[in-house]
């Protein structure tokens, strides 16, 4: 992947985010002397922006050894202190004999912190923190959006850096570099249009001169869509031709995982396909399903990369000319949004009742509505009500 | 409405805003130096919600971008991006650099020189 091809090895090689470089160099040369109070640096910024790459650059930069774990995949305060015993100061001499990592300066790397919570995911924070006091390690955290509330503690404690999306400038940049570097013939008129179609995505704009690259024309939609509805994404990755475009159609969704595998199955439940091949498909699903449930169960977030893989072969294996999905709002929802205005209504006219006769609600709904109901039902003219409102109340009654 | 032109790190004083906007002031993300009395912007600055703080004072603080290779000032009304651009980067490329021939090595030694001044510091 040209992605990690790519990935700057020293700090001048991350382009853009200038701002964000020199602030985290100045507070790396800081903590190198221990002049700072933060415990460690928190990188905010949306995806793309280079959070890992200037993580990494540093870390080569300033002679630190690199790891980095996805807080995806180890949220819980043991898997956090599983993974990382070995490198901080509470080892036993097992761990130690088994550790795999010299004791020198070490640089964590802890990527997506928005999705660890506190309490409910046993503790995951705490251990960050734990970890982070003791400060024999530089812990370097990162999010797309951190929760004010959740993320308070480690909001407080450690020096916010946030990156914003690059300039269609300083995309192309890095476009023109892989080109230069790969012999490519991409005019500039396509490394135009990627690099503004990208909005400030780098990862989005080198997979997408990758796809080029790799003879793919270019898409005429081609956009980060941050609000595709779910029957686009799941029609466009029905007609996807390539394992990769359709990794890269699911992983820039924002629908939900669960949501498109339930979408595909209820396009292949309606479509016209012979029986062995939706049973083929079906069975692929299944497997979805099981993962998906294991993740929801479990917590094994580091199976749901397994799961956008077979997603995408699944979305292969469903011909693209014969399957259209076509989002259908379930029926109950209607019946729902009916009956809240209905009981909205109803009880605006139980109000005014009450104010008007002045008792209270229990005893209008007890004693009174049954013979305004009866006289309604009779056509008698009952004052203060308008002829819709009786009608609601009949149909709440009945 | 007055306009203040500033550069990342570049300190700049406010007329008096009064105690009840400094803290606002404060959680948009604008830095206060103590020591200078002086007023900075950072990464963090939320300029949009600053800029609507200050509105009521008749302030607005507009960044004065420039290149990150050539140093020179970068003029974002001009740019043929500029329906494309959040415009949240402090720094970007003009032009000339970016139709030059070997603009990522420029590029690399612009930062080369500039990271060493910080790690200098």
Redesign the interface.
């Given at each position: 992947m040209w992605v990690e091809k790519y990935r700057p090895k020293t700090?001048?090689?991350?382009?853009?985010?200038?701002?964000?470089?020199?602030?985290f160099?100045?507070w790396l040369?800081d903590w190198k002397k221990r002049k700072v109070k933060e415990l460690g640096v928190f990188f905010?910024g949306p995806q793309g922006v280079g959070k890992t790459s200037l993580a990494y650059a540093a870390a080569n930069d300033f002679g630190y050894q690199f790891i980095e774990l996805n807080a995806s995949d180890v949220r819980t305060e043991s898997a956090i202190l599983r993974k990382l015993a070995p490198i901080s100061g509470t080892i036993s001499l097992d761990s130690f004999s088994s550790s795999e990592f010299i004791r020198k300066d070490i640089m964590v790397f802890l990527d997506e912190v928005d999705g660890i919570y506190g309490h409910s995911d046993r503790g995951g924070l705490g251990a960050i923190m734990e970890l982070a006091r003791q400060r024999n390690i530089l812990l370097i955290l990162s999010a797309n959006f951190p929760d004010a509330v959740k993320h308070k503690e480690l909001l407080k404690n450690f020096k916010?850096?946030?990156?914003?999306?690059?300039?269609?400038?300083?995309i192309?940049?890095?476009l023109?570099?892989i080109c230069?570097t790969e012999h490519l013939n991409i005019s500039a008129d396509i490394l135009?249009k990627i690099?503004?179609?990208s909005?400030?995505d780098a990862r989005f704009a080198i997979n997408t001169l990758h796809m080029v690259a790799m003879g793919h024309p270019l898409p005429e939609d081609l956009e980060v869509n941050l609000t595709t509805p779910l029957a686009k994404t799941v029609n466009d990755l029905i007609q996807c031709k390539d394992h990769m475009e359709a990794i890269n159609k699911i992983s820039y969704s924002l629908s939900r995982i669960d949501e498109i595998y339930r979408a595909l199955s209820e396009a292949i439940a309606n479509s016209n396909l012979d029986t062995s091949k939706r049973a083929e498909i079906f069975d692929l699903i299944s497997k979805i399903d099981v993962f998906m449930r294991k993740i929801a169960k479990k917590g094994q977030w580091k199976i749901l990369r397994e799961v956008i893989y077979l997603l995408a072969s699944t979305s292969l294996l469903i011909p693209g000319d014969r399957v259209r999905y076509v989002e259908k709002i379930p029926d109950y929802v209607f019946s729902k949004v009916i009956y809240k205005s209905r009981s909205e209504k109803f009880n605006e006219i139980i109000n005014s009742l009450k104010r008007r006769l002045h008792c209270s609600r229990r005893k209008i709904v007890q004693y009174m509505l049954p013979y305004l109901a009866f006289l309604a039902k009779n056509n008698r003219r009952i004052s203060g009500l308008s002829k819709d409102d009786i009608n609601v109340m009949l149909s709440v009654l009945t | 409405m007055r306009t203040l032109n500033v550069e990342p790190n570049e300190k700049f004083k406010l007329p008096f805003i009064g105690k009840g906007v400094f803290p606002l002031l404060m959680s948009a993300g604008l830095k206060y130096d103590r020591k200078t009395k002086a007023f900075f912007i950072d990464s963090g600055t939320d300029l949009n919600a600053v800029n609507g703080i200050l509105s009521s004072r008749g302030i607005k603080l507009v960044i004065r971008r420039t290149c990150a290779i050539c140093g020179t000032p970068v003029k974002c009304e001009k740019c043929d991006f500029l329906s494309s651009c959040d415009q949240k980067q402090f720094f970007c490329i003009c032009k000339s650099c970016l139709n030059s021939e070997h603009v990522f090595l420029n590029y690399l030694e612009s930062q080369k020189r500039s990271l060493l001044s910080k790690v200098m510091k």
């Open positions: 700090l001048a090689e991350v382009v853009g985010n200038e701002q964000a470089k020199s602030e160099v100045k040369s905010i916010r850096i946030y990156l914003h999306p690059l300039s269609p400038r300083q192309l940049i890095i023109k570099r230069e135009q690099s503004m179609k909005r400030g | -």
